[in-house]
């Protein structure tokens, strides 16, 4: 069997290297440029002088204090000359070691805030840019993306700027020590950065590719980990096994070839030190013997030189990282500059307590363009009724209730509670006010009572247990290990379908919300729980508009309202009775349904 998986978002950017998304991450910087500026001035003052003063004081120690060529070679000016490169060498261990220290925790703290901020642009999104994602592809942005951000703010922001002073420092002392030789040298400079600028789109598409395939094997691990049951129920282990090797041995080959291409950087400088060292010896020499220059100012050349490629090779380096990051940095600003389908507008106003009154005006939506799922639906619930959807899959009920919580916004007419449009309010005042149990209940790592907590923080343990018990929950809870401290593991796998359900009510119904929605909330629960759940929504649901859907029509014969739905359009609505004296679609469903269980 053949698998394909297509994602929208890990598609090759093929865009210029984009020195404007590299500000925006140096903006992240911004908060500490003052413990920045710290740390250059340190390693400025203190490491570069020191830097640039031994190779100086070794060409005079060779000139003025053991050349023969005066005759009047001084040991104890030798001794000073020893003795402040001494100090020389001691001032720069210490700012190196501050230097290193300082970046590490500013760049830790950049990394903080950059994926915090991510965190929270990808909580703002709404149901839309999750439906074309997999989980997989978000989590590599939070993680692997920005972690390939951390070398750059740790080490490379800070040490680019010092090797930058370092160079101009060195420059300026070839260039006063000897001007001919000094421009000699230079221009193997102009000859290395043309051959390293042809590399510059081959390496950042290469390691585009790379976080591509990185991505893709995040989403398919996450994918095989979420249907390990369906997995090993068909036996496709090996299949899996084998799809897995294939995506893992094309993203060692990406990384191969970004990795070799890389590492062209390092040659490149190589040879040009070469070239320039190769000048140095031969210019050097014939200026000696012309008495140009001294043999301690060819000396001093030759440890200036050796100064001079090694920030030249580390900014090169420092730009193979910069093209890393370019890569990650495009990825994880597409995410940032994604716009909420669902946008609250600058205006909008808390939603006050509502009662519950609900009514669509000409509702018309589509989770594609070409694709309708709701055509003019107009709908008027007065607080306090409990309303059933029902209709084949695919009718529009869960979308009603989607339009409702405002996960979606209508193509065409209005959502209003209490009269007030639902896009006029603020999006989190109106969710506090509306519960909803899913029929795929999601309970996180945590304890019993942290999961129930999770529908109002601020709830007592009280409160806490007298909803368990309300919704027939407070029993099971209680014969687990410890009780409402029971430990549930991911997603609650130790909990039965049914437990899982009945902590989803209790969590929605702490909240105490004046709208309930039931998405299929009984659909996996087996009759004698579904029994103990009626009991309970008997009294749960008085006083409380609430949304029923559901395909069990057994659960909502009670509604005082039930909706039928037919490819997007109300074609009945009434109460049960009515509904089925009037052998329309309900009584159509309903006998349907009747057939297959007595079957």
Not at 115 to 134: E, M, T, V, W, Y
Request: hydrophobic share 45%; net charge neutral; proline share 3%.
């Amino acid at each position: 069997m053949s698998r394909k998986f297509v994602y929208q978002d890990d598609e090759l950017i093929e865009k210029p290297f984009n020195w404007k998304q590299i500000g925006r991450l140096f903006a992240y910087v911004k908060p500490y440029k003052t413990a920045f500026s710290k740390v250059v001035f340190v390693m400025t003052v203190f490491g570069m002088l020191s830097r640039l003063a031994i190779p100086f004081l070794m060409g005079v120690a060779i000139d003025r204090a053991i050349s023969p060529k005066h005759g009047n070679s001084s040991l104890s000016l030798l001794y000073i000359i020893v003795g402040a490169m001494l100090l020389m060498y001691g001032m720069r261990w210490w700012a190196q070691r501050y230097t290193i220290q300082k970046t590490n925790e500013i760049g830790q703290k950049v990394i903080f805030d950059l994926r915090a901020a991510l965190f929270r642009h990808i909580q703002s999104l709404s149901f839309r840019f999750f439906d074309k994602r997999p989980a997989g592809s978000v989590l590599v942005r939070v993680t692997n993306d920005v972690n390939s951000l951390q070398d750059m703010f740790t080490n490379g922001v800070i040490n680019s700027a010092i090797d930058i002073v370092q160079l101009l420092g060195i420059t300026v002392i070839l260039l006063f020590l000897s001007p001919k030789l000094g421009l000699a040298i230079m221009i193997t400079v102009p000859i290395m950065f043309l051959v390293s600028s042809a590399l510059r789109k081959k390496i950042r598409m290469a390691w585009q590719v790379v976080r591509i395939k990185q991505s893709r094997i995040n989403s398919h691990l996450n994918e095989s980990i979420q249907g390990i049951r369906v997995t090993q129920a068909f036996a496709q282990e090996k299949e899996n096994i084998g799809y897995f090797e294939k995506m893992n041995k094309g993203s060692i080959q990406s990384w191969n070839i970004a990795s070799a291409l890389n590492q062209l950087f390092g040659p490149v400088i190589e040879i040009t030190s070469a070239v320039g060292t190769l000048i140095l010896l031969l210019y050097g020499t014939y200026l000696i013997q012309s008495e140009a220059i001294t043999v301690g100012i060819l000396i001093a050349f030759i440890t200036y030189v050796g100064s001079f490629w090694e920030p030249i090779n580390r900014l090169g380096n420092m730009y193979s990282q910069l093209l890393i990051s370019m890569s990650s940095a495009e990825r994880i600003f597409e995410f940032m500059d994604e716009k909420p389908a669902v946008p609250e507008k600058e205006n909008a106003t808390i939603l006050p307590e509502i009662h519950g009154d609900v009514r669509l005006e000409n509702v018309s939506f589509g989770y594609e363009a070409d694709r309708p799922a709701l055509r003019g639906i107009n709908l008027d619930i007065k607080a306090g009724l409990s309303v059933a959807l029902v209709g084949h899959t695919g009718s529009g009920k869960s979308t009603i209730v989607n339009l409702l919580c405002r996960f979606y916004d209508t193509v065409e007419g209005r959502v209003l509670l209490d009269g007030i449009d639902v896009r006029d309010v603020t999006i989190e005042s109106l969710r506090s006010q509306i519960g909803i149990v899913l029929q795929d209940t999601f309970i996180f790592s945590g304890t019993i009572r942290d999961n129930i907590r999770y529908g109002r923080p601020g709830a007592t343990d009280a409160e806490i247990e007298a909803t368990a018990r309300s919704v027939r929950a407070h029993d099971f809870i209680m014969d687990l290990p410890n009780g409402y401290d029971t430990e549930v593991e991911e997603r609650g796998n130790a909990l039965s379908v049914g437990q899982r359900q009945l902590l989803s009510f209790a969590r929605a119904l702490l909240a105490n919300p004046r709208i309930l929605v039931l998405d299929e909330a009984t659909a996996s629960i087996d009759t004698e729980t579904e029994l103990r759940i009626q009991e309970a929504l008997a009294t749960l649901l008085k006083g409380r508009t609430s949304f029923i859907v559901a395909h069990r029509l057994s659960t909502i014969r009670h509604a005082d309202r039930i909706v039928v739905l037919d490819h997007g359009e109300i074609v009945d609505q009434g109460n049960h009775d009515e509904l089925m004296k009037r052998q329309g679609h309900y009584r159509n469903l309903v006998d349907a349904q009747y057939r297959f269980l007595s079957a």
